[in-house]
């Protein structure tokens, strides 16, 4: 009992570990808030007198703020306090969505998404540059579990507040308890002493914020995360359009093929935790790429099974769910990780969210649902070759 008991203090004392957590309950938020987005589209639809096609804008606008935001964040984060920052952030957050139930009008929303979007940018891009700085060199595992957390708040999310949705204005309430986990979370970060600095901060004569910028890798590291998004993003969305267009089930067995492809992709996270203190990121990032550019090719041998497709929504969940900490872990081995350097990687992130998902929707709209999948497969080959352009550009860089 003694043991346990000193071990438990022990982690207590762990301060590296103590931040860690701190930055998972962000990316639990994260999570929420995507998995909440889809069960109120109807009901703001409604609120605010518009279609449900003309509310897909909303998401669209939501990620120009998150890339500025993004893009901006980097220089924030170089030069002030974390944890301040990102308290005040997620204080506004809280704020903003607690109004978004209250607003009679559709530009009024979409201009409150705009926002939002800018200041949910501080919480999805600094937490991985943070826990770079934290646990340096050991910072895989870390990173793994906090996209893990992001998984897991998704995952959740639509039976939490699905249970909501049923009841007359039961989606307002969705939006104020997600208000209240952000004011919470702010609260706990604005009394969070201890906000990490790079090394570059800590040291003399090393590298500075204004030295000279690895762009190639830099870059590389920006299209990795583009393309990997894309894919990733364009399955996720689209296998429901997919699936009732080739009338291979009904509306129902489409929402579950798409909950099993979030749950392999939230078990594949988790595994990963273990699997980033045993292997290189750079293996796991090959297993990664090999195993999804594997089962993305089964719907060209099998298009019209059902079957198959369960086993690529299973499959691509499983295999694609470490790539993106295994790129970003790749990339804060490579280089001298900044604030800065870490936005303008993460803007490749932003980017191929708000892009590919949205191009992969016109084309199907122009030559129809199989689009999809060849969409799907061109974009993990393109994760390829920047992955494999980014282990070229290590070597030079180290």
């Known amino acids: ?19 860690s957590l701190n930055y998972y309950l962000l990316f639990i938020y994260l999570g929420l808030g995507m998995g909440a987005a889809g069960p109120t589209i109807p009901s703001l639809a409604s609120q605010v007198g518009v279609s449900i096609g003309t509310m897909g804008l909303l ?69 991985n540059t943070l826990l770079v700085w934290v646990h340096k060199d050991k910072a895989a595992p870390y990173i793994n579990a906090l996209h893990f957390f992001f998984g897991f708040g998704a995952f959740i999310s639509p039976f939490i507040f699905g ?45 500075t914020p204004k030295a000279k ?14 393309f990997y998004v894309g894919a990733e993003l364009s399955f996720a969305n689209w296998i429901y359009t997919y699936t009732i267009t080739l009338n291979l089930t009904n509306a129902a067995g489409a929402a579950f093929l798409n909950s099993g492809f979030w749950f392999s992709f939230t078990f594949g996270r988790l595994i990963s935790i273990p699997l980033a203190i045993r292997f290189k990121p750079a293996q796991i990032v090959s297993i990664g790429l090999a195993g999804a550019l594997l089962f993305a090719l089964v719907p060209f041998i099998f298009p019209h099974s059902l079957t ?18 295994g790129g970003f872990n790749l990339a804060g081995q ?52 920047a992955f494999l352009l980014m282990l070229k550009l290590r070597q030079k860089v180290k």
Not at 6 to 12: A, D, F, H, N, Y
């Open 308 to 325: 198959a497709l369960w086993i690529v929504a299973i499959g691509l969940g499983l295999f694609m769910a470490p790539i993106w900490p």
């Open 213 to 226: 910028i690895p762009y190639p890798m830099v870059f590389a590291a920006a299209f990795f995360l583009f």
């Open 59 to 127: 998401f669209v606008i939501g990620s120009i703020g998150y890339t500025i935001g993004t893009s901006l964040s980097g220089r924030v984060f170089d030069r002030f306090p974390a944890h301040p920052i990102l308290g005040a952030s997620m204080l506004v957050c809280a704020a903003l969505t607690a109004f978004v139930p209250l607003i009679p009008s559709f530009w009024l929303l979409a201009a409150l998404y705009f926002v939002r979007g800018i200041f949910d940018s501080m919480a999805g891009a600094s937490p």
């Open 163 to 207: 249970l909501l949705v049923g009841f007359e204005n039961g989606y307002r309430w969705i939006f104020w308890i997600l208000a209240a986990y952000a004011a919470l979370v702010g609260i706990r970060l604005l009394t969070l002493p201890g906000s990490p600095r790079p090394e570059h901060a800590k040291t003399e004569n090393v590298q």
């Open 334 to 385: 490579s280089l001298v990780l900044t604030a800065t350097i870490g936005s303008i990687i993460l803007l490749g992130d932003s980017l191929g969210g708000m892009v590919l998902p949205s191009a992969t929707g016109k084309i199907i709209e122009w030559a129809g649902a199989p689009a999809m999948v060849y969409l799907v497969f061109a974009s993990l080959v393109l994760n390829l070759a």
């Open 1 to 19: 009992m003694m043991q346990i008991s000193q071990k438990l203090k022990t982690l207590g004392q762990n301060k590296g570990l103590l931040l």
